[in-house]
T-cell receptor, first 117, second 112 residues
Framework: DVKVTQSSRYLVKRTGEKVFLECVQD?????MFWYRQDPGLGLRLIYF???????EKGDIPEGYSVSREKKERFSLILESASTNQTSMYLC????????????????FGAGTRLSVL | GESVGLHLPTLSVQEGDNSIINCAYS??????FIWYKQESGKGPQFIID?????DKRQGQRVTVLLNKTVKHLSLQIAATQPGDSAVYFC???????????FGTGTQLKVEL
């Protein structure tokens, strides 16, 4: 079974703190994703990475950065946390699509619920 | 850009009844769709997928219907059980891209 592990289930941070959210996958997937999930808004893509040291902005990258130094690990960084970044953060991974179906199946971690006070 | 949405934020059904969860999308170039189930305290899990050259796909107790004319898909759950209580998301993709666009989700509540 694919396993995507997020380092923390719950985090409480202060406004202005630098926050690191860590994600590790064990299936040698090329693609990794960070989403935030808010009531009524579904899952919104923050950043994704399709290879080591590669990253692309998603739909809501402002206030966030990412790091992918190793294939299995994808980190989300909040440089200076703000209260509007209080949310559930979900990490996902998927294999690179080379044709055939199913495709784009993303496997998710259990999420990190971040509260910024 | 593409938007994928769900019609109802909450759906309540009686145990044993069939459930129908709906989803609409805006991009006619979307060619692949996935339904995810998210139980409380867990990340979303893959349920079933469908390609745009199909109208219907069946799994175990679940069926997905795709109507490309009106850009609508639905997830049908037969004989709904308490364990089906969750938030259900549809997601779409286009071409060879590796990204998915997710809808806002429908909370399914199963009443005993």
């Amino acid at each position: 079974d694919v396993k995507v592990t997020q380092s923390s289930r719950y985090l409480v941070k202060r406004t202005g703190e630098k926050v690191f959210l860590e994600c590790v996958q064990d299936m040698d997937h090329e693609n990794m994703f960070w989403y935030r999930q808010d009531p009524g808004l579904g899952l919104r893509l923050i950043y994704f990475s399709y290879d080591v040291k590669m990253k692309e902005k998603g739909d809501i990258p402002e206030g966030y950065s990412v790091s992918r130094e190793k294939k299995e690990r994808f980190s989300l960084i909040l440089e200076s946390a703000s209260t509007n970044q209080t949310s559930m953060y979900l990490c996902a991974s998927s294999p690179r699509w080379t044709g055939g179906y199913p495709k784009n199946i993303q496997y998710f971690g259990a999420g990190t619920r971040l509260s910024v006070l | 850009g593409e938007s994928v949405g769900l019609h109802l934020p909450t759906l309540s059904v009686q145990e044993g009844d069939n459930s129908i969860i709906n989803c609409a999308y805006s991009n006619s170039a979307s060619d692949y769709f996935i339904w995810y189930k998210q139980e409380s305290g867990k990340g979303p899990q893959f349920i079933i997928d469908i390609r745009s050259n199909m109208d219907k796909r069946q799994g175990q107790r679940v069926t997905v219907l795709l109507n490309k004319t009106v850009k609508h898909l639905s997830l049908q759950i037969a004989a709904t059980q308490p364990g089906d209580s969750a938030v259900y998301f549809c997601a779409g993709s286009t071409g060879g891209g590796n990204k998915l666009t997710f809808g806002t989700g429908t909370q399914l509540k199963v009443e005993l």
